[in-house]
Nanobody
Framework: VQLQASGGGLVQAGGSLRLSCAAS????????MGWFRQAPGREREFVAG????????YYTDSVKGRFTISRDNAKNTVYLQMSSLKAEDTAVYYC????????????????WGQGTQVTVSS
């Protein structure tokens, strides 16, 4: 499956952005999806994940209450709505897909998008 992330940009602290990740070349509903981010000089980290069913979501503690992951299987797209953005949210954001079972933050992801830059100015 191919993943194309979009929606990044420059935003002021406290603002909002919505990232999108469009999937093609596979049966989207069979994949569990995740968003990751990597800031300069730091390791890539898990941000949010969503299982096959809309009700099962996971978030890293630093974004709970501010970010919301969702998916539209009819549009083969997963979203990350980001609100109350902080300077420390600045990073390249990647979407990823997996068919593997296991805990979404640590499971092996098979497919990765190209990343989209999010910059939050303070």
């Amino acid at each position: 499956v191919q993943l194309q992330a979009s929606g990044g940009g420059l935003v002021q602290a406290g603002g909002s952005l919505r990232l999108s990740c469009a999937a093609s070349g596979g049966t989207f509903s069979r994949y569990r999806m995740g968003w990751f981010r990597q800031a300069p000089g730091r390791e890539r980290e898990f941000v949010a994940g969503i299982a096959w069913s809309i009700g099962s979501t996971y978030y890293t503690d630093s974004v709970k209450g501010r970010f919301t992951i969702s998916r539209d299987n009819a549009k083969n797209t997963v979203y990350l709505q980001m609100s109350s953005l902080k300077a420390e949210d600045t990073a390249v954001y990647y979407c990823a897909a997996t068919q593997n079972a296991g805990y979404l933050p640590t499971v092996n992801y098979d497919y990765w998008g190209q990343g989209t830059q999010v910059t939050v100015s303070s």
